[in-house]
């Protein structure tokens, strides 16, 4: 197993899927590579009431998720220590709404061995309680061998 493919949010549930990919690539001498897709809409959406304000400062708001979003992935990578050097982040754009769509998108140009990935995202609770959609979505539709951490 040479390649762990890891989507991450900043849900519990991810951390702990990372800290098994961690474990796995210590075990497999294994690369790594951490998405977060970046959606701002809905996180948008959901502070102004479904309702998007056209005086919103549009710039401003995808440079924070951006910024957030590569904190995120950042932070995520320095967990590996002494291995982080083995883990590549990516930060993909998920502005059509699909955030599943642009994960498997992004698996099939990376080929990994291995999709390690939380039970439950962050907006899981609006979207589904008890398997995240996206995890479920990739478990329908990711020929990959597919690791569901709880």
């Known amino acids: 197993m040479k390649k762990i493919f890891v989507p991450i949010d900043d849900s519990e549930f991810s951390e702990r899927a990372l800290l098994k990919a961690k474990e796995l690539a210590e075990a497999f001498d294994s690369q790594v590579v951490l998405v977060n897709v970046m959606n701002v809409v809905p996180a948008v959406l959901s502070v102004r009431n479904n309702q998007i304000d056209s005086r919103l400062d549009w710039p401003e708001i995808i440079a924070g998720a951006k910024g957030k979003a590569n904190g995120l992935l950042e932070r995520s990578r320095e967990r590996f220590g002494e291995r982080s050097n083995h ?3 990516v930060l993909l754009d998920g502005s059509n709404g699909d955030v ?3 994960i498997m998108d992004y698996e099939k140009e990376y080929d990994a061995d291995l999709i390690v990935v939380g039970g439950k995202g962050s907006h899981s609770m609006l979207e589904r309680w008890y398997l995240g959609s ?4 990739l478990l329908h539709h990711v020929s990959k061998p597919i690791l569901v951490v709880p």
């Open 87 to 89: 883990v590549e982040t």
């Open 100 to 102: 599943a769509k642009a």
């Open 134 to 137: 996206v995890t479920n979505k």
